[in-house]
């Protein structure tokens, strides 16, 4: 299985934090987000790993993965206007893909296994999103939210709902069958958002079988600069 790590956005919600450095390598508890998120990977046996990211950070990116075995692929933007977004950068980078995908966003933060999650994969050979029970709903409308039925089939997914209808949040964490790669490109050539993954779920309900899976442990997006403060020096992955 291959792995993409989405590192392409320009984070200016945490400005002036990510003016020089990408939020995917922010410091947390001692080493950037990207290491903690490796750990887990190597944990479930994942080792062909390559990040997107942009040419604004390139350089920065180059010199963090020097030692590492990891590739990088850019995209040839230098500010949030120019942007491929997140299936923007998948339907460019599809055709280079060779096995299934497992897509992780690169500000994710979770001590969970990843095993699971690719064995219900492996087992069902369908798209499979990854989900958190969140505990505070009053945060849920700044999620995708996802529900699911007794099989654990995604049947309904709501990009940030005003009145969200469970607590089931999308992580940033999904698999894909390398058959099911070309919808990233049938999904742009129709004209639909490149940004948000949500709304590539919510497109995908109506063309295919989407299942979903259920992470237990803990999980944060880091989507602000508060989130990042509480989580700087308190971590333990």
């Not at 299985?1 to 320009?10: C, D, E, P, S, Y």
């Not at 309904?156 to 894909?176: C, D, H, M, Q």
């Not at 990233?184 to 779920?201: M, Q, V």
């Given at each position: 299985?291959?792995?993409?790590?989405?590192?392409?956005?320009?984070?200016?919600?945490?400005?002036?934090?990510?003016?020089?450095?990408?939020?995917?390598?922010?410091?947390?508890?001692?080493?950037?987000?990207?290491?903690?998120?490796?750990?887990?990977?190597?944990?479930?046996?994942?080792e062909?790993?390559?990040?997107?990211?942009?040419?604004?950070?390139?350089?920065?990116?180059?010199?963090?993965?020097?030692?590492?075995?990891?590739?990088?692929?850019?995209?040839?933007?230098?500010?949030?206007?120019?942007?491929?977004?997140?299936?923007?950068?998948?339907?460019?980078?599809?055709?280079?893909?060779?096995?299934?995908?497992?897509?992780?966003?690169?500000?994710?933060?979770?001590?969970?296994?990843?095993?699971?999650?690719l064995?219900?994969?492996?087992?069902?050979?369908?798209?499979?999103?990854?989900?958190?029970?969140?505990?505070?709903?009053?945060?849920?409308?700044?999620?995708?939210?996802?529900?699911?039925?007794?099989?654990?089939?995604l049947?309904?997914?709501?990009?940030?709902?005003?009145?969200?209808?469970?607590?089931?949040?999308?992580?940033?964490?999904?698999?894909?069958?390398?058959?099911?790669l070309?919808?990233?490109?049938?999904?742009?050539?129709?004209?639909?958002?490149?940004?948000?993954?949500?709304?590539?779920?919510?497109?995908?309900?109506?063309?295919?079988?989407?299942?979903?899976?259920v992470?237990?442990?803990?999980?944060?997006?880091?989507?602000?600069?508060?989130?990042?403060?509480?989580?700087?020096?308190?971590?333990?992955?």
């Open positions: 299985m291959q792995v993409v790590i989405l590192a392409g956005g320009f984070a200016k919600r945490m400005w002036p934090l990510t003016l020089e450095r990408p939020k995917p390598l922010l410091p947390v508890s001692g080493k950037p987000i990207l290491e903690w998120i490796l750990e887990r990977f190597a944990e479930a046996g994942l062909d790993i390559l990040i997107t990211t942009n040419s604004r950070f390139e350089q920065v990116f180059r010199e963090w993965s020097e030692e590492r075995a990891l590739r990088l692929w850019i995209e040839p933007s230098q500010r949030e206007e120019e942007k491929l977004g997140s299936i923007g950068a998948m339907e460019r980078l599809s055709s280079q893909l060779k096995d299934d995908v497992l897509v992780v966003a690169g500000d994710n933060l979770f001590d969970f296994s990843l095993r699971p999650f064995e219900f994969f492996k087992q069902k050979r369908k798209i499979l999103v990854g989900f958190y029970d969140y505990p505070e709903e009053s945060h849920l409308s700044q999620y995708g939210i996802g529900e699911l039925d007794g099989q654990g089939r049947v309904a997914f709501e990009e940030k709902p005003e009145r969200p209808k469970s607590r089931l949040v999308s992580t940033g964490i999904y698999a894909f069958p390398k058959e099911k070309g919808l990233f490109s049938a999904y742009i050539r129709e004209g639909n958002n490149p940004d948000a993954f949500g709304y590539f779920i919510k497109w995908l309900l109506g063309k295919e079988e989407v299942y979903g899976w992470f237990r442990g803990r999980w944060f997006d880091i989507g602000s600069l508060a989130v990042y403060e509480k989580l700087r020096d308190g971590w333990k992955g």
